[in-house]
């Protein structure tokens, strides 16, 4: 009888994912990245941060996982500066425009059952 995954657990095997596919979507054929609000080059995976848009702590279960919400950093932008939110918004409305950034905010206010939802991105995420 296998016990279920709890929640914590759940979601640090979807955020694995979520760093991959991250990594992934805006890595350079070089092999780097540049972070996402400062430029700054990142020459290794593990310095390549995963940094959310809407911060997770307050965007809730439906976007913390939600690849449009994520995009690489550096660890000044993330971790020091925050995230560095004046400069991801407005490079996030440069780049995906104000009806995308708009969408976010109002999917900020989803509420998803957190056992279920990360199941169906597991899922998923496991397949990209």
């Known amino acids: 009888n296998m016990k279920k995954k709890t929640v914590s657990q759940l979601g640090k095997k979807v955020w694995e994912h979520c760093k991959r596919l ?4 805006y890595v350079k054929p070089n ?3 540049n972070c996402y609000t400062c430029d700054r080059l990142i020459d290794e995976p593990a310095k390549a941060q995963t940094g959310h848009f809407i911060p997770s702590s307050i965007c809730g279960y439906f976007l913390r996982y939600d690849l449009r919400n994520l995009r690489i950093q550096c660890y000044n932008c993330n971790i020091n500066a925050g995230g560095n939110g004046a400069e991801y918004y407005k ?6 425009g104000q009806e995308y950034v708009d969408q976010l905010f109002l999917d900020k206010q989803k509420t998803v059952k957190a056992y279920d939802h990360l199941i169906d991105l597991l899922v998923k995420y496991e397949n990209l």
Do not use: D, N
């Open 31 to 33: 092999g780097t990245w």
């Open 22 to 25: 991250v990594r992934a979507k």
């Open 91 to 96: 490079r996030m409305v440069i780049e995906e």
